[in-house]
């Protein structure tokens, strides 16, 4: 499977991720995220470089759980940004934008996920989350 990502979007999650990965090495700065979190933003920024293809329902997942943290920081920056400014200040209208691309693609991947565990279901009779499941891999 192929999670489509167009050039906003990706500038939208590498910013994102950035910041997240930022708070993270500096102490005192920012909410710090459990060590396997950081780790998988981190391993998730490296994929950005265009369209990303996953290759299990566990790697969908994971790239679920790093992108529902993404929305939520880039969602926290954007009210920052709204209250500590104003509504219409550069930086709360660009946090506005980068939150609508993290919405976007994290409602796609959901949307990825629940077609990817029908498959599994459909291909192995089993329950998405049993371990046949865990081995099913989805070519490109």
Do not use: W
């Amino acid at each position: 499977m192929i999670l489509y990502l167009s050039f906003e979007e990706l500038a939208a999650l590498g910013s994102c991720a950035e910041r997240v990965l930022l708070a993270n090495s500096v102490s005192g700065h920012g909410i710090a995220a459990p060590p396997q979190l950081v780790a998988d933003v981190e391993q998730f920024s490296q994929r950005l470089t265009g369209d990303i293809s996953i290759s299990s329902l566990d790697d969908q997942r994971t790239l679920q759980l790093v992108v529902k943290h993404l929305l939520d920081r880039s969602r926290a920056a954007m009210d920052e940004a709204i209250i500590l400014q104003h509504a219409a200040a550069e930086s709360a209208v660009a946090g506005y934008f980068e939150y609508a691309h993290v919405l976007t693609v994290s409602h796609r991947l959901g949307v990825i996920g629940e077609e990817m565990a029908a498959i599994v279901q459909l291909m192995t009779g089993d329950d998405p989350d049993s371990e046949s499941a865990r081995r099913f891999s989805f070519p490109e």
